[in-house]
């Protein structure tokens, strides 16, 4: 007998990123009133806006989040976005392999909205 966990569709890259992003923006919201981001979180909105446009394949995930990389820092140092890009690129492995994670980022997300 299958759980909901095994019945969950396969996550893409776009979705990854829109429900990564509404988990941003909640985090942003929780905190107090009128307090702009942080420079990692803009980053963070900034490189998933990219890949979630891009909506490669899954395997091509890491590539497109690495040319992300590249785009938003705009020839400046890219330490700040790769640091930010590899806490994504973990985020991803993860809903990649375990579908309770899927699970939580999907409910997470629709509790944001």
Do not use: Y
Not at 34 to 51: P, T
Not at 78 to 86: D, F, I, L, N, Y
Request: net charge neutral.
């Amino acid at each position: 007998m299958a759980t909901d966990e095994t019945k969950l569709s396969p996550l893409r890259p776009a979705e990854f990123c829109a429900l990564e992003r509404h988990l941003v923006a909640a985090m942003a919201m929780r905190k107090k009133r009128n307090i702009k981001m942080d420079a990692a979180q803009q980053l963070k909105l900034r490189l998933l806006e990219h890949v979630e446009h891009a909506d490669p394949e899954p395997p091509r995930f890491s590539a497109a989040l690495a040319e992300a990389v590249l785009v938003i820092s705009e020839g400046l140092g890219t330490g700040p976005a790769q640091a930010v890009a590899s806490d994504l690129h973990m985020d991803w492995e993860l809903a990649c392999f375990s579908p309770g994670f899927v699970s939580w980022l999907r409910a997470a997300a629709a509790r944001a909205h």
